[in-house]
């Protein structure tokens, strides 16, 4: 089969797809699962100069992977599944779930975590250059963490209906409206908690300790898959 064949782009596609998902996944553990703690536990000119020359280094790949993924995985979405298979296929609503997910992801991303860090980076350098500390540091750090957890929250559902469905196809809803309107629901209440929730308080606590944030994550995918179990006919 010749890579220059529709198949053959389209699995260079899929190759991008998978190279930039691993890139911006694998940080966004690094970043949650052993920066986060190393930086709450270190000594702080340690720290300091972590956000000085790290942060900006792993940022980097981080959104550019966040980037890469999602216009790959829009453009075989819109190419192959949407514009051949169409919404009544089962595996374009599964995709289309993921999609949405990582998208939701992609959005937090480039619009919160990478904006919030820069702050935090920016302060790092000007306090070790003896300037004045940003008071507004602490708060933008803190928002960006809780949209970076909420982040690890979706990708576990993400990437169990993305692989599902080629492997393991989910039931279509009988009733497609009510499917949208449960799934774009549960999905806007944990996002707006990850915009405008009080970071380590009510909704948010869960997701001040990566224990908390993983329970979420497979808790939530519970909750999706249940609403594919109930509607599905
Ligand atoms: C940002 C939004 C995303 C969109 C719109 C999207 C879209 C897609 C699409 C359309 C496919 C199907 C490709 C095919 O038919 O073979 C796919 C597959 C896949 N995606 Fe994504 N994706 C997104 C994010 C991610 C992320 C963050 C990851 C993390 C690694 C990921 C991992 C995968 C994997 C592993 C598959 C292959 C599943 C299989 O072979 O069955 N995707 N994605």
Known sequence: MSLLSEAGWLFLLRWIHFLSGITWI???????????????????????????????RALWWFRWGAMFTFLSGWIYLLHYWLGKRGLTDPQTLVILVGGLLGTIMWANVWFV????NKIVIQNAVDVAA?????PAAAAAGARGGLASRTNVVFSI?????MGSASHFPMPMPSSAPVFWALMLIIMALVE???????????????LATVKGTLWFG???TVVFYLVFMVLGR
Do not use: H
């Open 26 to 56: 694998g940080l966004l553990y690094y970043f949650n699962f052993v920066q986060v703690p190393f930086f709450a536990e270190t000594e702080a000119p340690v720290r300091s100069g972590a956000q000085q020359k790290l942060l900006p």
């Open 113 to 116: 975590i990478w904006p919030k």
């Open 130 to 134: 003896g300037k004045p500390a940003n």
């Open 157 to 161: 559902p993400m990437l169990l209906f």
């Open 192 to 206: 707006i908690n990850a915009l405008t929730g009080t970071p380590g308080k009510g909704a948010a606590k869960p």
């Open 218 to 220: 497979f808790i939530l």
